[in-house]
């Protein structure tokens, strides 16, 4: 059974990056990015999408593969990603993405820093230092420390209010945890836009498109292209919405046998299909 649970983990893995990030958002990103006019409201926000969606598949893709090639040789290695996109908050959102790096921060950055065992002027400046050098520690370019900057704004602003209205938690309505959660992944799509651009004209050429604001933009994406990433980002964040409070071994061994096969059989279709549009895991550059 182990063996078997990692080699789908591993067609899991596949799916997600051969599939969905480089088969289905890489370009769609990269055409939006490496424009030199201005960019249009659609094309902006459909590429920093699709990046979004390209860089969670790709780094979560990567993760699954590893988990899974370790229980095919009898290791056992903790989850990677959790539902990043559906995260309430940015504290939440840290705790769900790359959580090998969040946790490696929090104890090698954060803690040793003083963490929140001081004032609570010294928490929010130890929350920035972790975060502006978690930027950094992802390439010596501005954009990143820019990118790390954001971060940690968001999570002393998240501290701040929670210190003031004395909220703590997930709210007890489902429309505002959905709202917060829809919040939350609207912003952390504008500190991709710093992740992806190579410098800060880049950046700002998508932040205006994203505004509304770009003057005489011409089409980037063929109408094809924002359909697919309308339709893949669609179902990354619907899907992580609804297995927010679940886990993978959870709804596997309540779905049928036959059906998980005719899954793990389609995804694996899929990934043949689709050879030849692979690219290089992204976080090789790190």
């Given amino acids: 059974d182990q063996i078997l649970w990692g080699f789908g983990l591993v067609i899991l893995g596949l799916f997600m990056k051969v599939v969905l990030a480089d088969g289905g958002l890489a370009e769609s990103a990269d055409r939006v990015f490496a424009a030199t006019d201005p960019v249009g409201f659609a094309d902006a926000w459909l590429g920093t999408l699709a990046f979004s969606g390209q860089i969670f598949c790709d780094f979560a893709g990567y993760s699954t593969i590893a988990i899974g090639t370790a229980l095919c040789l009898g290791f056992a290695l903790p989850d990677n990603f959790n539902m990043p996109y559906a995260a309430i908050g940015f504290s939440d959102f840290w705790r769900r993405w790359h959580i090998s790096l969040s946790t490696w921060l929090r104890d090698y950055l954060y803690i040793p820093l003083g963490g929140n ?23 010596a370019n501005w954009t990143f420390v820019v990118w790390g900057g954001l971060h940690g704004l968001y999570l002393a602003g998240e501290r701040w209010i929670r210190s003031k209205t004395g909220v703590h938690g997930d709210p007890a309505s489902a429309w505002n945890r959905l709202a917060l959660a829809l919040v939350t992944y609207f912003l952390v799509n504008i500190t991709w836009v710093f992740f992806r651009a190579t410098d800060f004209a880049g950046a700002a050429r998508i932040l205006e498109g994203m505004a509304g604001l770009a003057i005489d933009a011409k089409a980037v994406l ?17 899907t992580q919405w609804l297995m927010r409070k679940r886990t993978l071994e959870g709804v596997v061994s309540r779905t049928p046998w036959w059906l998980t096969g005719l899954l793990a059989a389609a995804m694996l279709w899929a990934v043949i299909v689709t050879q030849g549009s692979g690219q290089a895991f992204i976080y090789f550059q790190f």
Avoid: D
């Avoid at 004032?119 to 390439?139: A, D, F, K, P, Q």
């Fill in 117 to 139: 065992r001081g004032s609570e002027m010294r928490t929010y400046i130890n929350l920035m230092l972790t975060m502006l050098l978690g930027g950094l520690w992802h390439g």
């Fill in 222 to 238: 063929p109408t094809i292209f924002m359909i697919k990433v309308a339709v893949i980002v669609t179902g990354i964040v619907a």
